[in-house]
């Protein structure tokens, strides 16, 4: 890692490592992972948005329940550009998720320049690698969802802090323009996901506590909270434009936040079993490495002086890791919970080792800290590769199969989706309607609708959620679906 290159090499070097992100960002992106529930919601909204112009899942053909109360675990970072890109190119797997590819590609550029002005270019192309071969980066970007989404604009306002911070805080041009940036970026983050919208500011709060005396300047924070407030305005004016509906929005983000698939289950018990996982289960024991690696050197860098001080940027950063980690152990114990935290501990991974190299004078110690991240980004490209749900090696057809059938479908011909809104975006075209719930969170459509024989197709996941009359259907299997197409003449 002390290996200087020259200029001309480096770039060479940059210039493979991004190749090797745009070829693994897109490698079979509308393949893996397979459409699901809560992708299937943010999709068919921004279809919606983009086609008719309403936030809403549509219940039948020019009928539409709205979602601007309910759409609140991914918002208008994710929606907006979605709705755009289907509005451009059509409905489509592919349409949906390029904003997200691109999403993902912005959080690498962003991860290099963060780290390699703060660290420098090895820690940075390290960095860029691990997030590279972290397939969790995959499963959780490629999909309309707000994770990744939230990560990109939270490290950017992180990068401008660390511009903000070597400005001084001055009163002058540039600080102004780095502050009212700074916070214009975080407060795309904290209105992208719930988890982003509540951790953020507290983690800005706790921040602004410990580095206000250092801020020489103080009236440049205004410009700050002036950045943040304007997206978070937007936010509230589509979800919780009245009390009520803010009330509402904090009972929910606390439901979801709680254990929901073990409502009964005591808080101190749900604790307790999801942080055993992280000394029990592969990827919260990574987590639980790399966070005890990079406190270990936080703590080196603070007590002994070790490189420059603690940046704003880091502090903050590390404020929502720990933030992430706590609300995550009160929930579900899914390891979507915890990915934001996750991802962002790869910032600090590399020059973390770097700084505990510095710790131990044996040079066969140093170089054994050496080969950690190399072996940790082959070991996860392994997984990735090999082992992981978005594998290389393994075929996954779900996808392709559910649009070659769905896309043939006349446009003329009545289609009913009973259950599966992730599915509705391979349809071409607009003649059908749904019914779909999230169990006591919303419901859409008529559940009684099934008992109709009046459309051509129907698509359900599964035979026993409905009541309608087989014998005028042909039932096929379709993935984990059942796809039935009316038999001709039959009432």
């Known amino acids: 890692m002390d290996i200087i290159f020259s200029e001309k090499k480096e770039k060479i070097i940059l210039f ?188 800005l709060l706790i921040t602004l506590f410990f580095w206000i005396k250092k801020v020489e300047n103080r009236k440049i924070l205004w410009f700050f909270v002036l950045g943040f407030i304007l997206p978070v305005i937007l936010w509230a004016f589509i ?45 919260p024991i990574l987590f639980s490495f790399l966070f005890c690696t990079v406190v270990t050197a936080l703590s080196f860098r603070f007590f002994k002086k070790i490189n420059e001080t603690f940046s704003i940027a880091e502090y903050l950063i590390l404020s929502f890791i720990i933030l992430n980690l706590l609300t995550y152990l009160a929930g579900t114990g899914w390891y979507r919970y915890f990915f934001p935290a996750h991802t962002l501990l790869y910032l600090f991974f590399p020059a973390s080792i770097l700084v505990l190299s510095q710790v131990f004078k044996k040079k066969v110690l140093k170089n054994m800290l050496f080969v950690i991240p190399i072996a940790l980004i082959l070991f996860q490209f392994y997984h990735l590769i090999f082992l992981s749900d978005t594998s290389f090696t393994i075929k996954r057809t779900r996808n392709y ?23 509705v975006i391979f349809l071409k075209g607009d003649n059908y309607s749904q019914y779909f719930s999230m169990g006591d969170f919303f419901e859409a459509g008529n559940k009684n609708i099934s008992n109709s024989s009046d459309f051509d197709f129907i698509l359900i996941d599964s035979l026993k959620n409905a009541n309608f009359q087989l014998y005028c259907y042909n039932t096929n299997p379709l993935g984990r679906y059942f796809f039935l197409q009316k038999i001709k003449g039959c009432h």
């Open 16 to 203: 493979l490592v991004f190749v090797l992100a745009i070829f693994l960002i897109t490698f079979h992106f509308t393949d893996t992972p397979k459409v699901w529930v809560d992708e299937g919601v943010f999709t068919e909204t921004a279809k919606n948005l983009a086609m008719h112009g309403t936030l809403g899942i549509q219940t039948a053909q020019g009928e539409f329940f709205s979602m601007r109360n309910f759409l609140l675990s991914t918002s208008y970072p994710v929606i907006f550009p979605v709705a755009l890109s289907l509005k451009l190119f059509g409905a489509g797997l592919w349409q949906a998720r390029l904003p997200m590819i691109i999403y993902m590609f912005i959080l690498v550029v962003l991860f290099y320049f963060f780290v390699r002005k703060k660290y420098g270019f090895h820690p940075a192309i390290l960095s860029v690698l691990m997030l590279l071969s972290f397939s969790p980066f995959y499963g959780n970007g490629r999909p309309v969802q707000g994770e990744v989404p939230g990560l990109v604009f939270l490290v950017f306002g992180a990068l401008l802090l660390l511009y903000l911070e070597e400005s001084s805080f001055r009163d002058n041009y540039h600080s102004k323009k780095w502050a009212i940036l700074s916070g214009l970026a975080f407060g795309l983050s904290a209105s992208t996901k719930p988890i982003f919208l509540v951790i953020l500011p507290i983690s």
């Open 239 to 283: 979800h919780v434009s009245t009390v009520d509906l803010f009330l509402i929005f904090i009972s929910k983000s606390f439901h979801l936040a709680s254990n929901i698939d073990s409502p009964a289950t005591p808080l101190i018990k749900t604790i307790f079993t999801n942080f055993l996982r992280f000394f029990t289960e592969s990827t």
């Open 401 to 423: 199969e559910l649009a070659k059938t769905l896309s043939e479908i006349n446009p003329s011909q009545k289609v009913l989706f009973y259950g599966v809104v992730e599915t």
